[in-house]
């Protein structure tokens, strides 16, 4: 049995062999993850690798290094935590990372860029085959690029300008208070027809497409696919969103469960070069 589990700032979602096992909030106090991670284990199961893809940026000593959207986590052994529980290898990488590896595919001649945008906004790259990750898998990290349109708005990171700011769902739920529109609901609201919904949602546009404009320049991908909450507002953002880039873009094929297949694929692909 393989484990695929992708780790958010704001939910996180586990599948066993491709299939979808349970759903979670994240923990706000770092000690209650365990807890979680305990609940994605079932029970009486051989597990033969864990994949996690998580929204932090976790250290080759196994410990987060850097969470701008929940730094309490900083210092936490992950890794040792993760082993523990599923007495497993776990291999680790970055959460859009993971969701890139799903939405690609088994595709050998092209390369994609995922773009996701949840409580944050990040991206992951592969091509042909071949994800990229960096030195400390910490490669692709969109939502901290500065756009114009982004102005001084501060970000989480501390700095100003980053399209993460004014893009990322948090940006959006805080927007969508003035609106009375609830949080968590605005793309689906906009999938419907809500015209404040949508409004706001095309208020994003021009950032996003600046960040993923330069992203294309500097990779030369393929496609785009849009993920994260976002992928529920429907075909007529992405549309939006491509008129602006100078590649197709299309919707998140697996949706809220792309990062946790493609840490399940990378599992995988960890087991077998090491068997």
């Not at 994240?26 to 029970?43: E, H, I, K, N, Q």
Request: charged share 20%; proline share 6%.
């Amino acid at each position: 049995m393989m484990i695929g589990i992708d780790i958010g700032a704001t939910s996180c979602r586990a599948v066993v062999d491709g299939r979808p096992l349970a759903e979670a909030s994240t923990p706000t106090p770092p000690r209650a993850l365990g807890d979680v991670l305990r609940s994605f284990r079932p029970r009486g199961a051989a597990i033969e690798g864990v994949g996690i893809g998580f929204a932090a940026s976790v250290g080759a000593d196994g410990r987060v290094a850097a969470w701008s959207n929940r730094p309490a986590y900083v210092g936490l052994d992950v890794d040792t935590l993760a082993r523990s529980i599923f007495d497993a290898p776990v291999v680790w990488l970055d959460d859009c990372a993971a969701a890139a590896v799903a939405e690609h595919g088994d595709e050998a001649t092209t390369s994609t860029l995922y773009v996701g945008v949840g409580t944050g906004i990040g991206a992951g790259f592969v091509d042909r085959g071949r994800l990229l990750e960096g030195a400390t898998r910490s490669a692709m990290a969109l939502g901290h690029v500065r756009v114009p349109s982004a102005g001084d708005a501060p970000c989480t990171c501390g700095a100003r300008g980053c399209v993460q700011a004014v893009a990322s769902g948090r940006a959006l739920a805080s927007k969508g208070v003035e609106l009375r529109l609830p949080p968590g609901k605005i793309a689906a609201s906009a999938a419907q027809g809500d015209p404040q919904a949508r409004s706001l949602l095309m208020s994003i546009v021009e950032p996003l497409a600046e960040a993923v404009a330069l992203a294309c320049k500097l990779l030369d991908p393929t496609r785009v696919v849009l993920g994260g909450g976002l992928s529920e507002a429907g075909p007529w953002l992405t549309a939006a969103l491509g008129a602006r880039v100078p590649v197709p873009v299309v919707g998140a094929r697996h949706g809220r469960l792309s990062a946790a297949l493609g840490a399940l694929a990378h599992a995988r692909a960890h087991v077998r070069r090491n068997a």
